[in-house]
């Protein structure tokens, strides 16, 4: 007789899942692509699906961070599988393509398929998601607006006890309709930023979260993990860690490997404004360091900006400038009295920013 106490169970864990999802991808990307998708590899697929609700849900994550997917997991992901179609064609008429196009064709086909297949998952969440230098502002179910900054990526998940909403990349401004039955909870690599009938922007770059208070109040709370709910984001540890109320004008940035760490601070009306400028088609700097001001305009622009002087980095400017228009910067950094000299490279889509030889 088999000794159960031998047996070893593996935990299902959402890093195993992630793991998974990705194998899937990558799986069915190269057979789509090359039209050797058996039903065999399709059965398995689908057995995988129905095996955990977790997996269609990781999988839709998955796919809409995979490298240069944004629009096509949007168009996927919020439309019928019989509006596909016409949604691929508006996206290719408005030049949004970014991967080969018999990539696309296959991604948008398989969900088309998926969604047919199972319809239960395609109101389940919603994404929105905004390539480098593409701002866009939604207005959810509730009346809340969400304003997304440059390659940012949200997934809303709206349930009746909860309006969730998770950062997964970049910046984005909400301005929440209140609703003490529904709190409004913003979720980012482990944090949770409950809002209080509140104007505030969330920030999450590969090592920091941000939170800036413009109106209201947040609560800012570190979770030790979260999973992907049905419609609620999920608490795998329900127990709070730590909470932090935060108020207008102030700002609340974490490390997010360390969430014990939080530095709280108090900014003037003017900084306040200046961070939320973007909003606004703007980017406004007052007293930054050059390291500082190409490193923002940076999010922006396909273009990279090397600074080739290591001295240069701490040279103070200050500007306004309009989104998008990176040359416009540049010419000002260039007379700007500092001595510092600007070399385009438009073949390699480079610009080097050195002391001027002259």
Not at 78 to 105: E, N
Not at 108 to 129: I, T
Not at 328 to 354: D, F, H, K, P, T
Request: charged share 25%; glycine share 6%; aromatic share 8%.
């Amino acid at each position: 007789m088999e000794n159960q106490s031998n047996k070893v169970v593996p935990l299902r864990t959402l890093e195993v899942i992630r793991e998974e999802a990705a194998g899937w991808l990558v799986k069915l990307d190269g057979r789509l692509d090359s039209g050797s998708l058996s039903p065999g590899d399709l059965s398995s697929f689908k057995d995988w699906l129905s095996q955990d609700p977790r997996h269609g849900k990781m999988l839709k994550r998955q796919l809409a961070v995979w490298s240069d997917m944004d629009v096509f997991a949007k168009a996927a992901l919020d439309t019928k599988a019989h509006h596909i179609g016409i949604r691929w064609g508006k996206i290719l008429k408005a030049r949004m393509v970014s991967i080969p196009l018999a990539t696309a064709c296959s991604f948008l086909f398989f969900w088309g398929a998926w969604l047919l297949v199972f319809p239960d998952l395609e109101n389940d969440s919603q994404l929105y998601a905004t390539n480098i230098g593409v701002q866009r502002v939604e207005e959810l179910s509730d009346g809340s607006v969400a304003h997304l900054n440059t390659d940012s990526l949200i997934e809303i998940n709206y349930s009746e006890n909860e309006r969730a909403v998770e950062l997964l990349r970049g910046e984005a401004m909400f301005d929440v309709f209140h609703d003490p039955d529904r709190p409004f909870v913003v979720y980012a690599a482990g944090n949770a930023v409950q809002a209080v009938g509140t104007r505030f922007l969330v920030r999450l770059t590969s090592n920091k979260i941000r939170v800036t208070v413009a109106e209201g109040q947040v609560r800012l709370s570190s979770q030790s993990d979260y999973g992907i709910g049905a419609g609620v984001m999920a608490s795998a540890e329900p127990a709070v860690q730590e909470v932090i109320l935060l108020s207008q004008g102030q700002v609340a940035e974490r490390d997010v490997q360390d969430v014990e760490e939080t530095l709280l601070s108090d900014i003037a009306e003017e900084e306040i404004q200046r961070r939320f400028s973007w909003t606004d088609g703007r980017l406004i700097f007052e007293d930054e360091s050059l390291e500082t001001i190409i490193s923002e305009v940076s999010r922006y622009t396909s273009v990279r900006v090397v600074i080739s002087d290591s001295e240069l980095r701490e040279i103070r400017l200050s500007g306004r400038f309009q989104i998008g228009d990176t040359e416009a910067l540049l010419e000002a950094i260039e007379i700007s009295g500092q001595g510092i000299q600007v070399n385009r490279n438009a073949e390699e889509n480079m610009v080097y920013i050195s002391k001027n030889s002259g």
